[in-house]
């Protein structure tokens, strides 16, 4: 899945090709995507979407709904055995609560396979196998995807709308939109995880409450910093570079939040766009304190060293520029607060403020 919008994409990652206008809720002080603003639960016998329940049972599954990051309101059957995670941010939640038994596939691009979407530690950690692959790039095999015959499917914005709309219109398959656009959304978006899978309850609040432990660190760390009246380091945090430039994160995404959240301030933050391109010179004129760059997925040191003006920024030459793995930059996920966040503020806080 690409990083990029328009095609074609240089680098299979989770950043939205296509994002949609997102209700902004505030949880414990923290702005996050619309979500869970509704919750219902049908008890058993009432109608459901997914039918009965089986062969000669009148009843029917137990469903919840619930309100996803787009504002959609879905409803979908309560612990559904048959899942498929079309989003690496997605499939690393679902991991993390447990919940690997119930996956019956996971997004995969083109010929890339599961090498695509996921590094060689997470396949092997989470027993991922060729089988599992549904081409979700770049564009979306829906034969493959019906093939596993799912009962529920949990997507990121790297989803099109159309095929959102194809999988529940035409396929009448529910289908929950998990791409928050801060980082207090992802703590929701476990709750709404667990909403699904009760079992999975007690693991959701101990991972939220690990989560909000780093969350509130970071906001002391801003705290005290706003009280020594300290100037808050620029930084450029790019996940892909070409010939003509660094892709970035502009305002709205969950990019911008995580800098936000590590006392941070973008030199993208006042561009136009979510997902901006920008061009060595507009490096330049910006001057970063600080480069944050993505690695992984063919990317590393030497990639970003090609770009254009890289040698002539300050923060290269001052010893300010940095690689953090791409999972913990790209995906909205658990990881980006439990070790992205801390990462970056060891990196641009080494005093602790």
């Known amino acids: 899945m690409s990083l990029i919008d328009p095609t074609p994409a240089p680098s299979p990652r989770t950043v939205p090709i296509a994002l949609f206008a997102v209700a902004v809720l505030l949880v414990g002080g923290i702005g996050i995507a619309g979500t869970a603003a509704y919750f219902e639960v049908h008890p058993a016998g009432t109608t459901g ?6 062969p000669g049972n009148a009843t029917a599954p137990r ?12 409803t979908v059957p309560v612990d559904p055995a048959r899942v498929v995670s079309l989003s690496p941010s997605v499939t690393d939640s679902m991991e993390l609560l447990g919940l690997a038994g119930h996956l019956v596939g996971v997004d995969c691009y083109a010929v890339l396979g599961l090498a695509g979407d996921y590094t060689s530690a997470q396949i092997a950690a989470w027993n991922l196998t060729a089988s599992m692959c549904v081409e979700a790039g770049p564009s979306l095999d829906v034969e493959e995807l019906l093939n596993d015959t799912p009962q529920l499917v949990l997507v990121a914005t790297t989803t099109s709308e159309s095929s959102v709309e194809e999988l529940t219109a035409t396929y009448h398959l529910p289908v929950l939109v998990l791409q928050p656009s801060t980082l207090g959304g992802i703590e929701v978006d476990v709750g709404l995880l667990a909403q699904i899978f009760p079992s999975a309850a007690g693991r959701a609040a101990a991972l939220q409450s690990s989560m909000q432990v780093e969350l509130e660190r970071a906001s002391a760390l801003a705290t005290n910093l706003s009280d020594n009246g300290t100037t808050l380091p620029s930084v450029l945090l790019t996940y892909y570079t070409d010939s003509s430039g660094y892709y970035t994160f502009g305002p709205g995404t969950f990019g911008e939040s995580l800098l936000e959240m590590a006392s941070a301030s973008s030199i993208a933050a006042a561009t136009p766009l ?18 944050i760059y993505a690695t992984g997925f063919g990317l590393n040191l030497s990639s970003y060293a090609q770009a254009p003006d890289w040698s002539s920024l300050n923060a290269t030459s001052d010893g300010h520029a940095w690689g953090i793995d791409s999972t913990l930059l790209t995906e909205p996920d658990p990881a980006m607060i439990l070790e992205g966040l801390p990462t970056l503020l060891a990196l641009l806080h080494p005093n602790g403020g």
């Open 274 to 291: 979510e997902y901006p391109e920008l061009s060595g010179s507009q490096v330049l004129v910006a001057n970063p304190w600080a480069v």
């Open 49 to 54: 979407p997914g039918g009965p329940s089986g």
């Open 63 to 74: 469903t919840v709904t619930l309100t996803d990051d787009l504002g959609r309101t879905v």
